[in-house]
């Protein structure tokens, strides 16, 4: 079970109604546009952009937002165009951070980035420096209130997933990145609703923080996510029992 996920899921939902709900949004917009511009339009051929339109609407995002950022990515709409740049950096007690961002400017991304690990008694990478220590996986989260552990269990592994865990308020799914849409499929032909997916990378091993050293990488992970250009933050740790108890209060 990761601690680090749970915390995720915490957050997750508490933030899920508060002022940095813009901020997803705005996230979200940039993931269905650089789909749409790679893949098309067209969610039935594009299981990236389906998989952001997902997301958005989970995030309860208006379809006219969902609408006008597709049709930025296919040109019908002018738009910015976004380069897909991941950085790497270690933060305090060696944990290893993945970045995968969405820029218009890499020359301001780096350095900003940059002072945010310095911030947080980190330095960020150069390539290789922490990618050796995750996997890529596709990754599928659903709302407790939508399925039971047993019940989604039997429908993600019987369509070829590896696993299930806790989440906090959600499971995650965990499949190898080829059999994601698959497994999507095989969890709402079992009639669950309110699925996510997306491509992302889990720590091959964690460590496990509480205290003080839990509260620095908190701050700089909150720090990452809060970044105009980044999507996704990964990290190789996670949180003891008393501080996830301690944080969930």
């Given at each position: 079970?990761?601690?680090?996920?749970?915390?995720s899921?915490?957050?997750?939902?508490?933030g899920?109604?508060?002022?940095k709900?813009?901020?997803i949004?705005?996230?979200?917009?940039?993931?269905?546009?650089v789909?749409?511009?790679?893949g098309?339009?067209?969610?039935?051929g594009?299981?990236?952009?389906r998989?952001a339109?997902?997301?958005?609407?989970?995030?309860?995002?208006p379809?006219?937002n969902?609408?006008?950022?597709i049709?930025?990515g296919?040109?019908?709409?002018?738009?910015v165009?976004y380069?897909?740049?991941?950085?790497?950096?270690?933060?305090?007690s060696?944990?290893?951070?993945?970045?995968?961002t969405l820029?218009?400017?890499?020359?301001?991304?780096?350095?900003?980035?940059?002072?945010?690990?310095?911030?947080?008694?980190?330095?960020?990478?150069t390539?290789g420096?922490a990618?050796w220590?995750?996997e890529?996986?596709?990754?599928?989260?659903?709302?407790?209130?939508?399925?039971?552990?047993?019940?989604?269990?039997?429908a993600?592994?019987?369509?070829?997933?590896?696993n299930?865990?806790?989440?906090g308020?959600?499971?995650?799914?965990t499949?190898?990145r080829?059999?994601?849409?698959?497994?999507?499929?095989g969890?709402?032909?079992?009639?669950?609703?309110?699925?996510?997916a997306?491509?992302?990378?889990?720590?091959?091993?964690?460590k496990?923080?509480?205290?003080?050293e839990?509260e620095?990488?908190?701050?700089?992970?909150e720090?990452?996510?809060d970044h105009d250009?980044?999507?996704?933050?990964?990290?190789?740790?996670?949180?003891?029992?008393?501080?996830?108890?301690?944080?969930s209060?």
């Amino acid at each position: 079970m990761s601690g680090h996920n749970r915390w995720s899921s915490i957050k997750h939902k508490k933030g899920a109604a508060d002022a940095k709900r813009g901020k997803i949004f705005t996230k979200i917009i940039k993931e269905i546009t650089v789909a749409a511009r790679m893949g098309g339009g067209d969610p039935t051929g594009n299981p990236r952009l389906r998989h952001a339109i997902d997301e958005a609407r989970a995030a309860n995002m208006p379809s006219d937002n969902v609408t006008r950022a597709i049709k930025k990515g296919t040109g019908e709409l002018e738009g910015v165009s976004y380069e897909e740049i991941t950085y790497e950096g270690v933060g305090p007690s060696g944990v290893l951070f993945l970045i995968e961002t969405l820029t218009d400017n890499r020359n301001r991304t780096n350095p900003e980035l940059r002072k945010i690990f310095e911030r947080h008694n980190g330095q960020l990478g150069t390539p290789g420096s922490a990618a050796w220590a995750f996997e890529g996986k596709g990754l599928i989260f659903v709302p407790k209130e939508n399925a039971g552990e047993e019940q989604l269990f039997e429908a993600a592994v019987g369509a070829g997933a590896d696993n299930v865990e806790d989440s906090g308020d959600r499971w995650m799914v965990t499949t190898e990145r080829a059999s994601l849409e698959e497994v999507r499929q095989g969890i709402a032909a079992a009639g669950i609703q309110g699925a996510t997916a997306s491509l992302g990378q889990l720590p091959k091993n964690k460590k496990t923080v509480e205290g003080r050293e839990a509260e620095v990488l908190i701050n700089l992970v909150e720090a990452l996510e809060d970044h105009d250009d980044v999507q996704k933050v990964y990290s190789d740790f996670e949180l003891s029992e008393a501080e996830l108890q301690r944080l969930s209060q």
